[in-house]
């Protein structure tokens, strides 16, 4: 996704789709039984996982601020983090039950608050425009 150089905008929407396309359905199951059975495993791939995402996004935001999407001012790490925190935290059934609020749901609300928090004039019309194109898909 990320060699098609979209803005990052659209970026992170597409991989909210490719994410959903994937794990529909599978909120957490997989993980827990890692888990459970192969904390070892788990842990080495949860770490992979924080360094893959936290790269990405890092890189998203650049190009964002970059491009007058995202605000200047923001911490970079800290915003990668929360991201992170925040999309494999909507996850937790626990805390989400399934039948409170569909996964589709649960990741296009925490976009908007993720992209609520970084984005600048020009960013939220852009993010505008393109959520009306992923909303509607």
Same mark, same amino acid.
């Given at each position: 996704?990320? $060699?098609?150089? !979209? %803005?990052?905008?659209?970026?992170?929407?597409?991989?909210?789709? *490719?994410?959903?396309?994937? #794990?529909?359905?599978?909120?957490? $199951?997989?993980?827990?039984? #890692?888990? /459970? =059975? =192969?904390?070892?495993?788990?842990?080495?791939?949860?770490?992979?996982?924080? %360094?893959?995402?936290?790269?990405?996004?890092?890189?998203?935001?650049?190009?964002?601020?970059?491009?007058? #999407? =995202? &605000?200047?001012? !923001? %911490?970079?790490?800290?915003? $990668?983090?929360? =991201?992170?925190?925040?999309?494999?935290?909507?996850?937790?059934?626990?805390? *989400?039950?399934?039948?409170?609020?569909?996964?589709?749901? #649960?990741?296009?609300?925490? !976009?908007?608050?993720?992209?609520?928090?970084?984005?600048?004039?020009?960013?939220?019309?852009? !993010?505008? /425009?393109? &959520? /009306?194109?992923?909303?509607?898909?």
């Amino acid at each position: 996704i990320q $060699a098609r150089k !979209l %803005n990052p905008i659209e970026e992170m929407f597409t991989i909210k789709s *490719f994410v959903m396309e994937v #794990l529909m359905g599978n909120r957490g $199951a997989p993980e827990y039984q #890692l888990q /459970k =059975y =192969y904390p070892d495993i788990y842990s080495s791939m949860r770490s992979r996982q924080f %360094n893959k995402i936290q790269g990405c996004v890092v890189e998203n935001i650049h190009r964002g601020i970059d491009e007058g #999407l =995202y &605000r200047e001012s !923001l %911490n970079i790490k800290f915003i $990668a983090k929360i =991201y992170y925190i925040g999309i494999t935290g909507i996850s937790d059934q626990d805390i *989400f039950p399934p039948d409170e609020l569909p996964s589709r749901h #649960l990741y296009e609300n925490f !976009l908007d608050y993720h992209f609520h928090g970084i984005t600048t004039k020009k960013g939220r019309k852009k !993010l505008s /425009k393109i &959520r /009306k194109k992923f909303i509607s898909e």
